[in-house]
Nanobody, 114 residues
Framework: QVQLVESGGGLVQPGGSLRLSCAAS????????MRWYRQAPGKERELVATISSLLDTTTYADSVKGRFTISRDNGKNTVYLQMNSLKPEDTAVYYC???????WGRGTQVIVSS
């Protein structure tokens, strides 16, 4: 069974940092493209970042470019989202996604507030 489990969310002050983790199981992680999405209250789910399997290339939403970094550790079957210079508008539930397997995690809450 394909499973994704996010962790690392929490409450952080504006300008602070968090690192989200997504532990994957049930598929060959090293060959899978991975994505992070987020959804804020009253807003649609948006794609935050992607990382490929073949070339480990990354993409980012304009709203997080320069502040967030997606990475992966194939030995740990884990994808990360390092979030720096956090803003209140980054407040959302963050979801991990494995698109080739149509798999989603349950999400982890990030609250950026003073």
């Amino acid at each position: 069974q394909v499973q994704l489990v996010e962790s690392g969310g929490g409450l952080v002050q504006p300008g602070g940092s968090l690192r989200l983790s997504c532990a994957a199981s049930g598929f060959t992680f090293s060959s899978a493209d991975m994505r992070w999405y987020r959804q804020a209250p009253g807003k649609e789910r948006e794609l935050v970042a992607t990382i490929s399997s073949l070339l480990d290339t990354t993409t980012y939403a304009d709203s997080v470019k320069g502040r967030f970094t997606i990475s992966r550790d194939n030995g740990k079957n884990t994808v990360y989202l390092q979030m720096n210079s956090l803003k209140p508008e980054d407040t959302a539930v963050y979801y991990c996604n494995a698109p080739h397997f149509r798999a989603w995690g349950r999400g982890t809450q990030v609250i950026v507030s003073s």
